[in-house]
């Protein structure tokens, strides 16, 4: 039998996720109204999103692909 080596556990301390983006955080980086990003998202148009509890939030690596597909 090959010898294979376990990696060790990773924890939720040791892994840095960017901070998410909240809905205003997205409205001034694209320069629309708020009310445009729940617009798109009931049309699903817009960048995606995640609900938390009551909450959106964005990750700015999907913002940024979802821009990026604008302009192509």
Excluded: C, I
């Amino acid at each position: 039998m090959p010898d294979v080596k376990m990696s060790e556990p990773v924890s939720a301390a040791s892994v840095e996720a960017a901070p998410l983006w909240r809905v205003t955080d997205v409205s001034a980086f694209l320069g629309v109204p708020v009310a445009t990003l729940y617009q798109w998202r009931h049309n699903g148009t817009g960048p995606k999103a995640y609900r938390l509890g009551k909450h959106l939030r964005y990750r700015q690596a999907d913002v940024e692909a979802w821009l990026a597909d604008q302009v192509a």
